[in-house]
C-alpha cells in the first residue's frame, strides 16, 4: 500500500489521503500513522481517497475509526450523546473525515458495519470538496 497527501482547498483546508492497495491487517498501521502525522501537523478536515484502494478490511475500518475519534476530540462539532442520538436518527454525518470512491466491496463492509451511518462517501472530488 502506498499513500501520498496532498492539500485542497475548499472552505475549510482539507487533507487528502490518496490510498494505493488494499486497507487490510497488513497496512492499516502503516495508514493510521501517516492520518496521525497530518493531523499532528494541523490537519482537521480529512478526505480518505480510495480510488485505487479495492479492498478495506475490518483492520481498515478500525483505522478509519481511529481517525474519526481523534478528529472528534480535537474539534468537537455536538456533544457525544447527540452524536450518537444523530446517527441513529440518520442526520449525523461526520464533518472532518469524509470517503472519496470506495470500490463497491469496501462499500458493502462500511454499510454492514455502521460506517456508512456516519461517514459520507462521494463518487467525485469537487463534491467531496463542497461537502466541507
Known amino acids: 500500500m502506498d499513500i501520498t497527501v496532498s492539500a485542497e482547498k475548499a472552505r475549510v483546508p482539507v487533507t487528502v489521503l490518496h490510498v494505493s492497495g488494499n486497507l487490510d491487517s497488513s497496512s492499516y498501521e502503516a495508514f493510521r500513522a501517516k ?4 493531523i499532528q501537523q494541523g490537519a482537521r478536515y480529512v478526505l480518505v481517497d480510495l ?13 478509519l ?21 444523530g446517527i ?35 463518487t467525485e472530488l469537487k463534491t467531496a470538496l463542497a461537502s466541507y
Request: aromatic share 10%.
Open 35 to 38: 492520518a496521525d502525522e497530518v
Open 88 to 122: 441513529n436518527a440518520g442526520w449525523y454525518k461526520s464533518p472532518h473525515l469524509k470517503l472519496l470512491n470506495p470500490s463497491k466491496a469496501t462499500m458493502v463492509a462500511l454499510e454492514s458495519s455502521g460506517f456508512s451511518l456516519f461517514l459520507e462517501s462521494f
Open 65 to 85: 475509526n481511529s481517525i474519526f475519534v481523534r478528529l472528534r476530540e480535537l474539534t468537537p462539532d455536538v456533544n457525544e450523546e447527540d452524536m450518537r442520538k
Open 51 to 63: 480510488t485505487n484502494a479495492p479492498y478495506v478490511s475490518s483492520a481498515g475500518l478500525r483505522a
